[in-house]
């Protein structure tokens, strides 16, 4: 069984900077990409920072600059350092794998569930 665990959300001042931090577990043939989005209260959940394991990185506008997603293969778990926080970053932040289980399996996606971030002005 998959499982996603995350980390790291709290409370800081408008400024400041925490590390999200996200363990995929379980049996698991290989990963495609991790990825961190966000949802706050009244809005659509949004894709934050994106991994493609072997390729590239992608970021949302808003947090270009601020935030920058890291993976550690040996432990597949991804990270999410944010600094220079605003109030707007405000969110539940949820952990997205894309991966296969097994080798003759579909591609799918798999999620945590979710870590409070609230920035304070």
């Known amino acids: 069984q998959v499982q996603l665990v995350e980390s790291g959300g709290g409370l800081v001042q408008a400024g400041g900077s925490l590390r999200l931090s996200c363990a995929v577990s379980?049996?698991?043939?290989?990963?495609?990409?991790m990825g961190w989005y966000r949802q706050s209260p009244g809005k659509q959940r949004e894709q934050v920072a994106a991994?493609?394991?072997?390729?590239?990185?992608n970021y949302a506008d808003s947090v270009k600059g601020r935030f920058t997603i890291s993976r550690d293969n040996a432990e597949n778990t991804v990270y999410l350092q944010m600094n220079s926080l605003k109030p707007e970053d405000t969110a539940v932040y949820y952990c997205n794998a894309v991966l296969k289980v097994r080798y003759f399996d579909t591609t799918r996606n798999y999620w945590g569930q979710g870590t409070q971030v609230t920035v304070s002005s």
């Open positions: 379980g049996n698991i043939f290989r990963i495609n990409a």
């Open positions: 991994i493609i394991f072997g390729s590239n990185t």
